[in-house]
């Protein structure tokens, strides 16, 4: 099926489609992550876009809410994860936006799955960075809630 799916592509898809070796090329899964990875068509596209500030005109709340409901279903997928996957990328997103600028951007970069992963680059940037002890700041928290991380579900940890 992959192997004529070069016919149907235009643009940039079908650029990314045909620099693949032809060994690849046949692996239609590893195809259209590819081209979805070029297209930047991916879960945090759409959570940028649903947390973005909609314009208001020429558009009801009807039209609104539907808009954000596709780009939820895109975004989270709740048809395909599970609850506790569905609560870790809201976890994941809340964690990202409250760390410091510097280690929230290294994270992004990475682009984890799991508020757990998220968490080791986290602790990885910081001690990269060489932050003294003498400051608990995110090292501290992170550290202790890393070894609290490794038997509950990150909710769990109130």
Same mark, same amino acid.
């Not at 039209?63 to 506790?84: C, G, M, N, T, Y």
């Given at each position: 099926?992959?192997?004529?799916?070069?016919? %149907?592509?235009?643009?940039?898809?079908?650029?990314?489609?045909?620099? =693949?070796?032809?060994? @690849?090329?046949?692996?239609?899964? &590893?195809?259209?992550? @590819?081209?979805?990875?070029?297209?930047?068509?991916?879960?945090?596209?759409?959570?940028?876009?649903?947390?973005?500030?909609?314009? +208001? *005109?020429? &558009?009801?709340?009807?039209?609104?809410?539907?808009?954000? $409901?596709?780009?939820?279903?895109?975004?989270?997928?709740?048809?395909?994860?599970?609850?506790?996957?569905?609560? #870790?990328?809201?976890? %994941? *997103?809340?964690?990202?936006? #409250?760390? #410091?600028?510097?280690?929230?951007?290294?994270? =992004?970069?990475?682009?984890?799955? +799991? +508020?757990?992963?998220?968490?080791?680059? $986290? *602790?990885?940037?910081? +001690?990269?960075?060489?932050?003294? #002890?003498? @400051?608990?700041?995110? &090292?501290? =928290?992170?550290?202790?809630?890393?070894?609290?991380?490794?038997?509950?579900?990150?909710?769990? %940890? =109130?």
């Amino acid at each position: 099926m992959a192997g004529q799916l070069g016919v %149907l592509l235009i643009g940039r898809a079908q650029g990314t489609y045909r620099a =693949r070796p032809q060994s @690849e090329a046949v692996n239609y899964d &590893k195809v259209k992550k @590819e081209i979805m990875y070029h297209l930047n068509i991916n879960p945090e596209r759409y959570r940028q876009a649903f947390r973005m500030k909609k314009q +208001s *005109e020429d &558009k009801s709340p009807w039209i609104l809410l539907q808009v954000l $409901a596709d780009l939820f279903d895109k975004w989270l997928r709740p048809q395909e994860v599970s609850k506790v996957d569905l609560c #870790d990328q809201i976890l %994941l *997103e809340q964690f990202l936006m #409250d760390l #410091d600028h510097g280690t929230q951007w290294w994270v =992004r970069c990475h682009c984890p799955k +799991s +508020s757990a992963g998220a968490l080791r680059l $986290a *602790e990885d940037y910081d +001690s990269a960075q060489g932050e003294g #002890d003498q @400051e608990l700041g995110i &090292k501290g =928290r992170l550290t202790t809630i890393s070894s609290e991380m490794e038997h509950k579900e990150p909710w769990e %940890l =109130r």
